[in-house]
C-alpha cells in the first residue's frame, strides 16, 4: 500500500511540472481568477458606469450586444454580458461566447513570429524573400488605367523585411479594405483573399499570389496598413515547418490555457459563435454575404489561417493572452517570450515614421505615446491597444497593469461609441 501511495505521489509531481517539448510548463492551473474590485484597486461602483453605458447603448439599438472584461493585477474585476448573441433567436449574450476577433488576430501571429526570433530562426531585418522567395523583385505601382485595371510599375529600391510586415511599412496593401481604389480593384482581380473564407485555399497559395502585385510604396518609407501578417502566417508555416494553425495552438493556445481560441470552431461550439448583425429598418438583422460569409468560423473548406483576421475567441482568452505581456512574457510557469523581447515588442518601431503621421506601432501592437497619454483617457504612456473588423477592442496599460476586452459583432452601423467610452470608464474606475 505504501508502495501504491508513494507511486501516486511520484506520478502526481511529474505531471505537475511535466514541461513541453518546446520548454514551457503545462499549463494546470487557473489563469486570471476573479475577485472584487477592491481586491485588485479598483473602484466596485465606478466599474458600474460601464453597465450604464453598456445597457443604454443596448436598450438605444445602438449594439444588439456585447461583452466587456476588465482585469488588474493579474485578476478579473469585471466581466459582463449585455443584450442579445442573434438577432434571430434572441438568445442572451453570455460571457463565455465565442467571437470573430479579426485584427486581434495580428497580435498573436506576431507573438509567433518573435518565439520563432527568439530560437534564432531568423533576423528582424531579413528579406522576405530570403523564405518565400516569390517576394524578389519587388515593384511600385507606377501609373493605371481605370478603364481595365491594368497598370504599370518601376523598381523599389529595397527589399521588404520581416520587421516591415510586422509595422505595416512593407508597401503591400490590403485588398477590399484598402484606402486606395487602385489596390481595391488590383487585389480582386488577382482573386486575393483579404480577411476570411470559406473557400478551399490555403495561405499559401493565396500569398504567392500576393506576391507577384505592385506595392504602394518603398517599404520602410510609410505606414500602410496590409495583409502583412497574413504573409507571416505563411513564413510561420516555413520556417516552423508546421502548420499555422498547430503553431498556435501547440506553441500559445494549449500553454496559456486559450481553449477557447482557434481558426474554426468544433461542432460543440457551433452554438456559442455570436453572429455578426447589421441594422435593416432600424432592426437587427444578419450581416448578409457580401465578398465573404460571416459563418466562415464554422462552415467551408476551414483551411484558410489568416494571420491578419482570421482567429476566433473569448473575453476571457484574449485577456489571458495579454496578462502574459503584462507579465513580460509569462504565465502560470509557461514562458512564450523572454522580458528583453517583450520590451522590443513594445517598443516604437516607426519613429521616423511616427512623426508624420502620428502613428505609434511596436512589433505587435499600435502604442500610446505621452502626447495621447497627456490629453487624457487613453492609458499611460506605452498602453498597447488595437481592434477588430467586427467592432472588437483591447487595451492594456502596463503602468497600471490592468487590462480591457470590449468584444462586439457589427458592421456597418452609425453611431457607436461604445468602444471610445469603455477604455476611459476602465482607466476611471483605478481606485488605489
Known amino acids: 500500500m505504501k508502495k501504491l501511495l508513494y507511486l501516486f ?14 520548454g514551457t510548463q503545462s499549463n494546470l492551473s487557473v489563469t486570471l481568477p476573479e475577485v472584487q474590485a477592491n481586491e485588485a484597486g479598483m473602484s466596485e461602483f465606478r466599474l458600474s458606469y460601464i453597465d450604464t453605458m453598456l445597457n443604454k447603448a443596448v436598450e438605444s439599438n445602438i449594439i444588439p450586444g456585447a461583452v466587456a472584461l476588465v482585469s488588474r493585477h493579474g485578476k478579473v474585476v469585471y466581466h459582463k454580458s449585455f443584450g ?46 530570403k ?19 491594368s497598370y504599370t510599375t518601376k523598381p523599389s529600391d529595397k527589399q521588404i523585411t520581416i520587421r516591415n510586415l510586422l509595422t505595416h511599412t512593407s508597401g503591400v496593401g ?38 507577384k502585385l505592385p506595392l504602394h510604396h518603398n517599404p520602410g518609407e510609410k505606414f500602410t496598413y496590409s495583409e502583412g501578417l497574413d504573409v507571416l502566417g505563411y513564413f510561420i508555416e516555413i520556417v516552423s515547418g508546421m502548420s499555422f494553425d498547430e503553431f498556435l495552438r501547440t506553441r500559445i493556445f494549449d500553454p496559456l ?17 455570436v453572429t455578426v448583425q447589421t441594422k435593416e429598418e432600424d432592426k437587427w438583422i444578419k450581416y448578409p454575404v457580401t465578398f465573404y460569409d460571416t459563418d466562415y468560423p464554422i ?12 482567429l476566433t475567441s473569448t473575453a476571457k482568452d484574449y485577456a489571458t493572452f495579454l496578462q502574459m505581456y503584462l507579465n513580460k512574457g509569462e504565465l ?23 512623426e508624420n ?36 477592442v483591447y487595451f492594456a496599460d502596463p503602468k497600471e497593469n490592468v487590462i480591457g476586452v470590449l468584444l462586439k459583432q457589427t458592421q456597418r452601423i452609425n453611431g457607436d461609441d461604445t468602444s471610445n467610452k469603455f477604455r476611459k470608464l476602465v482607466m476611471q474606475s483605478i481606485d488605489d
Open 357 to 392: 503621421i502620428q502613428a505609434v506601432h511596436g512589433l505587435a501592437f499600435g502604442l500610446i505615446d505621452k502626447r495621447e497619454q497627456d490629453l487624457g483617457g487613453a492609458g499611460s504612456e506605452g498602453t498597447f491597444i488595437w481592434g477588430g473588423y467586427f467592432n472588437t
Open 299 to 310: 462552415k467551408g473548406a476551414k483551411r484558410f489561417f489568416s494571420g491578419g483576421a482570421g
Open 257 to 273: 490555457g486559450m481553449h477557447d481560441t482557434q481558426f474554426y470552431l468544433p461542432e460543440t461550439k457551433y452554438n456559442r459563435l
Open 84 to 129: 442579445m448573441a442573434d438577432n434571430t433567436s434572441e438568445r442572451d449574450l453570455k460571457q463565455s461566447d465565442i467571437f470573430r476577433i479579426a485584427s486581434q488576430s495580428k497580435a498573436i501571429t506576431s507573438t509567433a513570429i518573435m518565439m520563432l526570433w527568439e530560437e534564432g530562426k531568423f533576423n528582424l531585418d531579413d528579406p522576405i524573400s
Open 174 to 211: 490590403y485588398g477590399v479594405i484598402d484606402g486606395d481604389h487602385r489596390f481595391n480593384k488590383l487585389y480582386n482581380k488577382a482573386g486575393i483573399i483579404d480577411l476570411f473564407t470559406t473557400k478551399n485555399i490555403s495561405i499559401g497559395d493565396n500569398i504567392k499570389k500576393l506576391a
Open 9 to 22: 505521489a511520484v506520478s502526481f509531481f511529474l505531471v505537475s511540472c511535466f514541461k513541453s517539448k518546446n
Open 131 to 149: 523564405y518565400i522567395p516569390e517576394f524578389a523583385n519587388e515593384q511600385i505601382l507606377d501609373t493605371f488605367d481605370e478603364s481595365d485595371s
Open 332 to 354: 502560470n510557469g509557461a514562458r512564450l517570450l523572454s522580458r528583453t523581447t517583450v520590451e522590443t515588442i513594445l517598443t516604437n518601431q516607426i519613429p521616423y515614421i511616427s
